[in-house]
């Protein structure tokens, strides 16, 4: 029951803080509708399954030079989306009752945005896998409690997001949604921006 409680409590964290993932499930909803938001909020069941095993075979930590390059790549990947999302925002909207399934390319843009993020891998690799490996050397259903709580929490915190823009965007003039596309995409240029200076610090 601990670790289920950890894991819900820090996925809800994860889920509801401001980050490029986040941003492009508003953005994806706002042009495509909730199809599109709730796929990019999927996103962590296709990147954390490997980041949580290879978290858990390297326990200690991930060398200063992997999580840097990780950073790089990652920005370099959020910059590409923004400048995506800031092109697309300069055509003509598709009508609102033609975007609402979303297809699979937003489930792959969103995986793409998480894989290269270092912050699932170092959250993984110095806090969440050592919890993994002391509560399934207790019990492994405690472990999995915890993993399962932390995703149900991450992801329904996103797929509410997807579900509130869905519903809130139908009241937003073409201009309005086209306004807050334009800002998503600003937004995700200067968080792929942080993200390779960060990358850059020594």
């Known amino acids: 029951m601990v670790e289920l409680l950890a894991g819900l409590s820090i996925g809800l ?16 909803t706002l042009k495509r509708g909730f199809g599109a938001g709730w796929r990019v909020a999927m996103a962590p069941l296709v990147t954390d399954v490997p980041i949580v095993a290879l978290a858990v075979l390297a ?63 170092v959250f993984w690799v110095v806090a969440g896998a050592p919890l993994f490996v002391r509560a399934w050397e207790a019990a492994p259903w405690r472990a999995l409690s915890f993993v399962g709580g932390f995703w149900l929490a991450l992801i329904g915190a996103k797929v509410a997001l997807a579900g509130v823009v869905a519903v809130g965007r139908h009241r937003l003039s073409d201009t309005s949604r086209r306004t807050l596309i334009l800002a998503g995409g600003i937004l995700l240029v200067i968080g792929g921006l942080v993200l390779v200076a960060e990358g850059l610090r020594t």
């Open 59 to 121: 326990v200690g930590a991930l060398p200063d030079a992997f999580v840097r390059g990780l950073g790089i790549a990652g920005g370099v990947v959020v910059i590409g989306f923004g400048f995506w999302e800031l092109r697309s925002a300069s055509h003509r909207l598709e009508p609102l009752e033609a975007t609402s399934a979303g297809d699979v390319g937003d489930l792959w843009r969103g995986a793409a945005v998480n894989a290269l993020s270092p912050h699932p891998w």
């Open 13 to 28: 964290a994860a889920g509801v803080s401001p980050g490029p993932l986040q941003t492009l499930v508003v953005t994806s």
